[in-house]
């Protein structure tokens, strides 16, 4: 086994989410094959070469990255497998743009030309702010009831609602579902688990075909960007939102990442003074 399969053996062990683990695993392997060295041969000066290689890429992706080889070596010196190299890597300064939330209007039009299994999915998504791994691990049986408990990133439980109008979709979808002897809740064509990169192009297509100008910004995590956004705006506690998307409660990242705070709400704040 090569230094990065223990690594995917170790990203797994921390309860990391598959597409984590592969983004990490992938962002390692650039690297390695890059500095093209035996492990033990390789010097801070030439991790220093590949972070300069990637200094053109956008904010966030070179932070992913960063991250994913810090992560690699320091995990690669603790087992002996390289030298004591990786040092303090400083992370790119600036603004990390927040990625596309959809609109109210954008939603209701995507809905309007959706079919009844992706009716189903989008409002699945915007019912329980699931990621993607969570909504492909949802059963027949986790819609049995109002709420349902889900295992989530890092392996940390949550309860997630299904609401009305997400139960009755999914009622329509699954009345015309043909292979309903299969436990999994949504499934692709062939009955096999949802495919992730399949699912983002349906999501884009259907936006296209919704006539929506940013049509090439949606994708599954669009919907939980939307969900806390929406939410928020509609006064919601930010302590409940965090519950509900599985956020610690002292963690940045839902102001940081997913709610859109518009001009609209800051000038509201200021009439209350």
């Not at 992730?196 to 599954?220: G, M, P, Q, T």
């Amino acid at each position: 086994m090569n230094a990065l399969e223990y690594f995917k053996r170790k990203l797994e062990m921390d309860g990391k989410a598959e597409l984590t683990i592969r983004a990490y695993s992938d962002d390692a392997k650039q690297c390695l094959a890059f500095i093209n060295k035996p492990l033990l041969e390789i010097t801070k000066l030439d991790i220093n070469e590949y972070l300069y290689s990637i200094i053109e890429l956008e904010i966030s992706t070179r932070c992913r990255k960063i991250a994913s080889v810090k992560l690699f070596f320091e995990f690669t010196a603790d087992v002996k497998l390289t030298n004591d190299i990786i040092g303090k890597i400083k992370l790119p300064v600036g603004k990390v743009e927040k990625q596309y939330i959809p609109t109210n209007d954008e939603i209701k039009q995507l809905l309007s030309v959706a079919n009844n299994k992706m009716k189903a999915i989008i409002l699945t998504y915007i019912s329980t702010s699931c990621r993607f791994e969570e909504l492909q691990n949802l059963t027949l049986n986790d819609i049995e009831q109002e709420s349902t408990t889900i295992i989530g990133k890092g392996q940390v439980a949550r309860k997630v609602f299904f609401n009305q109008d997400c139960k009755h979709a999914i009622n329509e979808y699954l009345n015309k579902r043909v292979d309903n002897e299969n436990s999994i809740l949504f499934t692709s064509g062939n009955g096999q688990p949802l495919d992730c990169s399949v699912l983002n192009r349906s999501i884009k297509a259907l936006a296209k075909k919704a006539n929506l100008a940013n049509w090439d910004k949606f994708s599954n995590h669009a919907f939980r960007r939307f969900f806390a956004t929406n939410l928020f705006a509609k006064k919601v506690d930010s302590e409940v939102i965090r519950s509900l998307m599985g956020h610690s409660p002292k963690s940045r990242v839902l102001f940081e990442h997913y709610v859109d705070i518009k001009d609209e709400m800051k000038m509201e704040a200021i009439n209350l003074i």
